[in-house]
């Protein structure tokens, strides 16, 4: 259990910093030249990497690379949701319900042997 809370409490905090290098800039640097934002985002994505890279290490010891992915997906958008709302002041329309459905219906198709206990 403690590796997949390692990989979990990892992943996440990669995500934000993910998702700040790929969207904040569009809010703090849209005056600037892309450039700028650019190593600007590149200097938040190396965190985002001093993160990722040991949780994905952790988490391949007790899950697969499909597994891996779909919990990133399913974090991604556990992130990315608020952050667009909170942050970047834009109103999700249903098209994020649909979206989380279909990632939760991954995630269950990828864990569903670990979660029935085979």
């Known amino acids: 259990m403690r590796f997949y809370l390692?990989?979990?409490i990892l992943l996440s905090l990669?995500?934000?910093?993910?998702?700040?290098a790929w969207y904040g800039?569009?809010?703090?640097l849209s005056q600037t030249p892309w450039v700028i934002a650019a190593f600007a985002s590149w200097g938040i994505a190396l965190l985002e990497y001093l993160l990722q890279v040991p949780a994905?290490?952790?988490g391949h010891?007790?899950?697969n690379i499909g597994?891996?992915?779909?919990?990133?997906?399913c974090i991604a958008l556990s992130v990315f949701i608020p952050f667009s709302i909170?942050?970047?002041k834009e109103k999700p329309g249903m098209d994020y319900v649909w979206a989380g459905l279909?990632?939760?219906g991954a995630a269950f198709f990828m864990f569903r042997k670990k979660l029935m206990g085979a």
């Open 56 to 58: 994905n290490r952790i």
């Open 6 to 8: 390692t990989t979990i």
């Open 14 to 20: 990669s995500n934000i910093f993910m998702t700040f």
């Open 102 to 104: 279909c990632i939760l």
């Open 86 to 88: 909170l942050y970047m």
């Open 25 to 28: 800039h569009l809010r703090n």
């Open 67 to 73: 597994q891996l992915k779909i919990l990133q997906e």
């Open 61 to 63: 010891q007790v899950m």
